[in-house]
């Protein structure tokens, strides 16, 4: 797995690197849902976590505030009075070139020659405005939504503000 700290894959620097059918050994997602809860029923109240700036987040990130907020969501509100829905997919693979350490690792490495890197996992490109995470509930239990999705809000890379829509009353 990678050993680097993740700030070093947040950025959106390079151009996407996506194509699997070139590259060998890529990593799966650790996602595992992306759509959670009574997914059958209508709900009026959405409530969405959006992202403020444009980033990478890894899919481990994205598996952690998903396992967070669908757990505080079952645990508070019930399986049946929301629909939580994971809106972005981790395409970019990322790539690291690993760097030998220790004694007689000078003999050993080669560098930055043939620099390009393995495989080490996935990330969801965001850009700022997007929506990641959305909640469809009743409007009863919106305030619990949105207090489960500001947990999820500390482990994204990027900072994020959550919105409530109410549809509009006729």
Do not use: W
């Not at 629909?83 to 990322?94: I, N, S």
């Not at 919106?142 to 509009?168: N, Q």
């Amino acid at each position: 797995m990678v050993r680097k700290p993740a700030k070093m894959y947040r950025a959106i620097s390079k151009r996407a690197y996506t194509r699997r059918e070139y590259m060998g050994g890529v990593p799966g997602s650790k996602v595992v849902q992306f759509d959670m809860g009574n997914t059958k029923a209508e709900f009026p109240v959405r409530v969405s976590i959006i992202a403020d700036e444009s980033c990478q987040i890894q899919h481990k990130a994205l598996e952690a505030a998903r396992m967070s907020v669908n757990r505080k969501l079952q645990r508070e509100i019930g399986r049946m009075n929301y629909h939580f829905k994971l809106r972005t997919y981790p395409h970019q693979v990322l790539r690291e070139n690993k760097q030998a350490t220790g004694a007689g690792a000078d003999r050993v490495s080669e560098g930055m020659r043939s620099a390009f890197g393995k495989a080490v996992g996935t990330a969801a490109r965001v850009q700022s405005g997007q929506k990641v995470f959305t909640i469809y509930t009743s409007d009863a239990m919106a305030d619990k939504a949105k207090k489960s999705l500001k947990t999820a809000g500390y482990k994204l890379p990027t900072p994020t503000r959550i919105v409530i829509e109410r549809p509009a009353q006729a």
